[in-house]
């Protein structure tokens, strides 16, 4: 099947139960025009994976989702309610949390303190005991101030908080970069576990076999646009194609 007709086939029928559906996106900062055009969709209860290399567009895609670019026009429908132009606090009392890669800790505050600030915006937030049943390693750490904990520590955290917000569509962007196997192992464990849970996930990733263990689909994201769309199952057969993409 050619790129074309896999990502027409995507982006066709299926896409009427489709819990977000990006169309024709278009993102600047400033003057810089960034995002020429971006299309796909993810469904209720998946874990999509948007790849491609430092500077393709991939931050700045769910940047722009989540209404966080200086400008954006195109189309981004929420479970059938365009988003267009809404502002970033409308978008997440749709129940659509970020998770950005600086993580935004609260370096003197608790671990304890930094999961009970964030505002609850739709019903059914994580409690502390289940956050710590995801997450052993800030129970231990509960007492401890944000300067005090380890980079894989605070990226824990930092995904930990946003699912203190009841926000069941979350945009996780590079959770894993810079991190020690062992904690890259354990974030993979929560997002499938979250997966089981009914939350949907959009994954922006460089470590693609990471990716690979956690995602139903993988998106090639290439100066501004959507240029492939592989499936987690034939990823094998396209890993020729995908070191192309990725620059292995």
């Not at 926000?167 to 499938?192: C, H, M, N, W, Y």
Request: proline share 3%.
């Amino acid at each position: 099947m050619t790129d074309a007709t896999t990502m027409a086939a995507e982006t066709g029928a299926a896409s009427t139960n489709a819990l977000l559906e990006v169309r024709g996106l278009e993102g600047w900062y400033g003057e810089s025009h960034v995002l020429h055009g971006v299309d796909f969709n993810v469904h209720q209860g998946e874990v999509v994976t948007l790849l491609g290399r430092n500077g393709a567009g991939k931050t700045t895609t769910i940047k722009a989702i989540m209404g966080l670019l200086d400008k954006r026009r195109g189309s981004v429908r929420m479970a059938g309610q365009e988003t267009i132009s809404l502002q970033a606090r409308h978008i997440a009392r749709m129940g659509i949390a970020i998770c950005p890669e600086e993580r935004g800790i609260f370096a003197s505050l608790s671990v304890e303190e930094n999961l009970t600030l964030p505002p609850k915006l739709a019903e059914g937030g994580l409690s502390i005991d289940r956050i710590y049943e995801l997450f052993p390693n800030l129970k231990e750490r509960r007492r401890s101030q944000g300067t005090k904990l380890s980079g894989g520590e605070q990226q824990m955290l930092a995904i930990a908080r946003i699912l203190r917000t009841g926000s069941k569509f979350l945009l996780l962007d590079e959770p894993t970069e810079g991190l020690a196997p062992v904690i890259v192992q354990q974030i993979g464990r929560t997002i499938s576990a979250l997966k089981k849970e009914g939350f949907t996930i959009v994954l922006v990733e460089q470590n693609f076999r990471f990716a690979a263990s956690v995602a139903d689909r993988h998106y090639v994201v290439e100066q501004g646009k959507v240029v492939d769309m592989i499936p987690n199952h034939a990823l094998d057969a396209n890993i020729e194609k995908l070191h192309a993409y990725l620059g292995v």
